[in-house]
C-alpha cells in the first residue's frame, strides 16, 4: 500500500512474515556489487560515438553530455587506435565487456606488466604504446589462454558467497568461467594487433 513496512519475525515453515509500520521513512540499503558489462553495451558505446546520430530519448542535458563524450573520442582519436599514452601510462581500450577486459589484464599482470581495469579501459603503468604493442602481439601469437591457468595467477579468486570453500583447483575453474573470457579476448588482441579492432 505504499507504505514501509518492519519485519518482526519469519516463519520459513509457515512461509509466514510479522510485520508492522515502519516509523521512519528511512531508504532500504542493499548489499551486493555492481554486475558486469557486456560486450555488446560497449560496442554500442563505440558505435555512439563514431556515429553523428542523436538517439530521440535524450533529453537536452543528455544530449549535451554525448556531444561531449564524441568531441573527447575524435579529439584522441580513438576510433583509428586502441592505444592512448598518458605520461608514463598507456591505454588499452578494447570496447568490449568486463570479461574481456579482465582478461587481458590478468595476462599482461601475469607478464610482470602493472595492468589494471579502469571503467572502459586497461590502464598499464609506465608503459610506452610500443611496449604495450610488442607484449599485445606476443599474446596473440601464443593463442587463446588457458583460463584456469590463467586464473591460478591471480593471488585472490574469492568472489562469490561460498568461493572460500572450494579447492584451489575448483576456485580457478570457478573463477575462469565467472570472470574470463579467453577466446574472446584472443580475437579481441588479434583485431587490436591487426589494426582491424571494432
Not at 22 to 46: C, L, N
Not at 59 to 86: G, V
Not at 172 to 188: F, G, I, M, P, R
Request: hydrophobic share 40%.
Amino acid at each position: 500500500g505504499g507504505q514501509r513496512w518492519r519485519a518482526l519475525t519469519v516463519d520459513d515453515h509457515q512461509r509466514l512474515v510479522t510485520v508492522e509500520a515502519a516509523s521512519t521513512a528511512q531508504k532500504p540499503k542493499f548489499s551486493g556489487s555492481v554486475g558486469q558489462v557486456h560486450d555488446r553495451i560497449r560496442q554500442e558505446m563505440y558505435r555512439l560515438y563514431c556515429s553523428d546520430a542523436v538517439p530521440g530519448f535524450l533529453d537536452p542535458n543528455a544530449q549535451t553530455l554525448l556531444q561531449q563524450t564524441r568531441s573527447t573520442f575524435a579529439a584522441y582519436e580513438l576510433a583509428q587506435t586502441a592505444l592512448l599514452e598518458q605520461d608514463q601510462d598507456t591505454l588499452l581500450f578494447c570496447w568490449q565487456g568486463d570479461k574481456v577486459l579482465n582478461t587481458i589484464a590478468v595476462q599482461l599482470a601475469a607478464r610482470g606488466l602493472k595492468a589494471y581495469r579502469d571503467s572502459i579501459a586497461i590502464v598499464v603503468r609506465k608503459t610506452s604504446a610500443s611496449a604495450l604493442m610488442m607484449h599485445l602481439g606476443e599474446l596473440v601469437d601464443a593463442g587463446p589462454a588457458d583460463g584456469p591457468e590463467l586464473a591460478a595467477t591471480i593471488s585472490n579468486k574469492t568472489i562469490d558467497k561460498y568461493d572460500s570453500f572450494l579447492t584451489p583447483e575448483l576456485l580457478c575453474h570457478n573463477y575462469a568461467e565467472s570472470q574470463l573470457d579467453v577466446q574472446k579476448a584472443w580475437e579481441t588482441l588479434r583485431h587490436i594487433v591487426d589494426g582491424t579492432a571494432t
